[in-house]
């Protein structure tokens, strides 16, 4: 599986638990709105950071420049694991449980970065998505329907 930077900004910034606007305005010593719309326009790839935008948003983030500046080069970190398919659902599941797919998605990235904690918490958001009423037994059949 193949991670780009901005998805990798995401991941480490939901992982520290920040929202776009307070990332952005301490790494760009902006405004709240002026660095929600910046780290907006890097998570979706319609800006591409500077080498000094990667240095602010890891010093904040409290990571090693390595961890961003890995992602820049012609190659993205993790290609021996681009082979790698990861959980796979019926289009059928996802359409009965909305959202299902974006976490799905996210949690194959955190297996991926071998996150236990981003793992965690997307299976607790996860474990939300389906009834509670329903039986552990009858919720798993349903799924795998």
């Known amino acids: 599986m ?6 990798m900004i995401q991941i480490y910034r939901r992982r520290a638990g920040m929202n776009q606007g307070t990332l952005g305005a301490a790494a760009f010593d902006t405004s709240f709105e002026s660095g929600r719309t910046k780290i907006k326009n890097l998570e979706l790839g319609r800006q591409k950071p500077t080498l000094r935008d990667l240095e602010n948003m890891a010093r ?5 420049l390595s961890a961003l500046a890995a992602y820049t080069a012609d190659g993205i970190r993790g ?4 082979s790698s398919a990861g959980l796979t659902i019926s289009e059928r599941t996802t359409q009965r449980f909305p959202g299902l797919d974006a976490y799905l998605e996210m949690l194959n ?6 996150d236990e904690e981003l793992i965690a ?9 389906f009834p509670a ?11 795998a329907s």
């Open 2 to 7: 193949e991670l780009s930077l901005p998805e």
């Open 109 to 114: 990235k955190a297996v991926f970065l071998e």
């Open 60 to 64: 904040v983030l409290k990571l090693p």
């Open 79 to 82: 290609q021996a694991a681009a």
């Open 121 to 129: 918490y997307i299976s607790e958001k996860l474990s939300r998505l």
């Open 133 to 143: 009423s329903a039986p552990n037994d009858a919720r798993i059949s349903e799924a």
